[in-house]
């Protein structure tokens, strides 16, 4: 289904609801670290104040749980938002989101204006799994003090919130549109294409902690893609149930016999690691190289070898559409990025041989903006679990619920 755009909404005189992710990151005094989030919602912002209409911005930020925490205000965002407007942001009260300050608040905006609503999840029925009727409740509220909604806010789209779900559907029950954002609209752009219609070879790289995270995930894949590289710890369980020696590395036991038929089934597809990076304890800075050969008892994994990443780069970097989620180590620690700095630069060689090169969020984002090639792949997605999600085939509420074309 291909949902209705706010490229096709003219918003003019009309107050638009508008779900966004300023769930940026704060330091100790509470000033925003990086305010990438901020920045990828501008294009559906600015969109809405050139066509004269009035903005009501909604977002969380972290998890207060229901309850009103001065720590989790979106007062910097809104004061950052208004600095790169230009223009003062309004920020709603904190003890009633929908309530009537806000609703005052709203009342006396003029065309162009923008005001931001508190914390979402200051009121607990935002995303409360013991009763749908009061996210519904909480929904229609919000949804009472516009005309129409626009969904902007990837990262959440796999949650079935008051704000994501809960809005736009009373939006639509009171005769408005509910549309998706630019961002939206991009994510479900590169994501649907990368599984729908890949350029071959379609290469998929997985990394991360566990991978009974990821099972669904690569189930979904096999059928698509013509590679999967495997890296990050979930790796271990795989090479154990390879019948290679893993040492004390991270491994979830109750997952070695489902991986000895998945790789059964999957044949030449699988890729893991022909060598690692292994020290005695997670905190050392010395890395050992295995040189292809198993980790011994005592030692542990933390990154894939100079061997595998190599492999692994070389691959990637001839592939016509890659995804990519999960690190291949601990890349936080320079001893241990090498294997993720290799897929990240192949990644963008890739690119500029005119593959797809697609980051699913999460850390495999944060790894491409650290290394420098985000700038340099065609897409990074603004969602971690939202992307995985996506990837997997699973519904998406908030999307679902949107006006279709």
Known sequence: MKTKSIADLNTAGKTVLMRVDFNVPLDAEGNIT???????????????IADGGKLVLMSHLGRPKGQ???????APAAIRL?????????????????????????????????????????????????DITLVEQFGAEIAALGDVYVNDAFGTCHR???????????????????VAGFLVEKEIKYLHGALAEPKRPFVAILGGAKVSDKIKLIG????????????????????????RDI????????????????????????????DNLMASEFGSDVAIETEGKGIPSGMMGLDIGPMAAKEYADIVANAGTVVWNGPMGVFEREVYAGGTRAVAQA??????????????????????????????????????????????????????VLDAE
């Open 347 to 400: 990644m963008a060689e890739a690119t500029s041989k005119g593959g797809v090169t697609v980051i699913g969020g999460g850390d495999s984002a944060t790894a491409i903006i650290q290394f420098g090639f985000a700038d340099q792949v065609t897409h990074v997605s603004t969602g971690g679990g939202a992307s995985l999600t996506y990837l997997e085939g699973k519904p998406m509420p908030p999307i679902d």
């Open 220 to 243: 979904t894949l096999l059928d698509k893609v013509d590679t999967i590289l495997i890296g990050g710890a979930m790796a271990y369980t795989l090479l154990k149930a390879h019948g």
């Open 68 to 74: 009103v925490k001065p720590e989790f205000s979106l």
């Open 247 to 274: 040492g004390d590395s991270l491994v979830e036991e109750n997952q070695v016999e489902a991986m000895k038929a998945l790789l059964a089934e999957a044949g030449d597809k699988i890729k893991l690691p022909a």
């Open 34 to 48: 990086n305010d990438n989030r901020i920045q990828a919602a501008l294009p559906s912002i600015q969109k809405v």
């Open 160 to 178: 079935k919130h008051a704000s994501m779900w809960g809005c736009p559907k009373a939006v639509q029950a009171n005769g408005g549109a509910a």
């Open 82 to 130: 208004g600095e790169i407007l230009g223009k003062e942001v309004k920020l709603g009260p904190a003890d009633a989101i929908a309530g009537d300050d806000a609703k005052a608040l709203i009342a006396a905006m003029a065309p162009g204006d923008v005001v931001c609503l508190e914390n979402v999840r200051f009121d607990s029925r935002e995303d409360t799994k013991e």
